[in-house]
């Protein structure tokens, strides 16, 4: 449905972001002088860290706790996931059933409106500036891990014949190592390296060599973390609603995978006014003058996974709102016209200057 909003004459300016494009447009008879934008729906946009540990056991992971004293070796090759830092946003997408005409006049001196490349008003006669955008979260980063290979075997465990034997010429070899960096650190060593640089550079390589090695006991765990995202558009109070579901063998999985643990979503709003009757609240809209803008209501939002929250925060949710109308007089002095700053994901104002 689409109303139309008379207002002295505006340019479109698209607010300029990474994927942004600026465009000024000047009211002109092509366009039958008009300018059509949309008010937002509130979409609220979860996003889960998920965490793939990939471990891969050691050779000698048998002698670890006898020759390292280390308990915690991994003693299979595994891989499994897990469910990190869960976020909400809201996002404004433009309401088919909200759209609304601003049409210009004629001869008049063009104040400006700033619109997102989906048509959702930013501001009137000011310039919008959005917020930068957050870097995306890295994906497929793995943490680095030491693996072992034959340059730090010496022919003493080149030439041993079992893995036992193996396992206690490798330890001797880790023990050796550091009481080398230890003789170097203190200045004991009969050859020390001849300056600062050279010493960092050698005992690096010593440290690399000892993390090689007790991989060999310990094992090797790796680590890369991806983001999924899931979009709910509300129209009214949601309980237990699935988001997705979360396996630690096999990470996030369909709603309807039984193998994955679910992950709710309840949501209550907390301030909204009370629900109009349709045809009233469309005889209410064509009899608005001036700009239309939305008054959200509020929602209290909680997510969980077995009775765990992973998440609790208030959002505005602009179905949950009305719209109400900005005069037409504010726009009327050509010397000095109101300035209006909108909130492009919910509709509201958040700033009148004149």
Do not use: W
């Amino acid at each position: 449905m689409k109303y139309i909003i008379i207002v002295t004459g505006l340019f479109l300016c698209l607010p300029l972001t990474a994927q942004t494009r600026v465009v000024k447009k000047t009211a002109v008879k092509a366009n039958n002088y008009g300018i059509t934008y949309s008010l937002p729906k509130t979409s609220l946009v979860i996003t889960a860290e998920v965490t793939k540990v990939t471990c891969k056991a050691g050779a000698y992971y048998q002698y670890a706790e006898k020759y390292l004293g280390v308990k915690t070796a991994v003693t299979e090759d595994k891989v499994y996931y897990e469910l990190g830092k869960v976020s909400l946003a809201n996002v404004g997408i433009p309401d088919p059933d909200q759209t609304y005409l601003i049409e210009f006049k004629t001869g008049t001196v063009a104040p400006f409106a700033c619109l997102t490349e989906e048509g959702l008003l930013c501001s009137i006669n000011a310039e919008y500036n959005p917020a930068e955008a957050k870097p995306d979260a890295k994906k497929g980063t793995p943490a680095v891990a030491n693996v072992a290979n034959e340059s730090v075997f010496s022919e003493e465990l080149l030439m041993a014949g079992s893995t036992a034997r193996q396992a206690e010429v490798a330890a001797k070899q880790i023990y050796r190592i550091r009481e080398s960096r230890l003789n170097i650190l203190t200045g004991e060593a009969d050859n020390l390296p001849p300056d600062g640089e050279a010493m960092k550079i050698v005992i690096e390589q010593l440290e690399g060599q000892e993390k090689a090695l007790t991989s060999l006991f310990t094992g090797i765990c790796s680590q890369s973390t991806e983001s999924y995202e899931v979009a709910v558009i509300p129209h009214d109070n949601l309980e237990k609603e699935v988001l997705f579901r979360f396996s630690s063998r096999l990470g996030i999985v369909d709603t309807d995978d039984l193998g994955g643990t679910p992950v709710f979503m309840n949501l209550k709003s907390s301030a909204r006014p009370p629900e109009a009757d349709p045809k009233e609240l469309e005889k209410k809209l064509k009899g608005m003058k001036g700009v239309v803008y939305n008054l959200p209501g509020k929602a209290t939002v909680e997510i969980l996974m077995n009775q765990k929250p992973l998440y609790k925060g208030e959002v505005q949710i602009a179905q949950f709102g009305t719209q109400e109308s900005l005069t037409p007089a504010l726009f009327e002095d050509r010397k000095v016209p109101a300035k209006v700053l909108f909130y492009p994901e919910t509709g509201a104002i958040k700033q009148v200057l004149q």
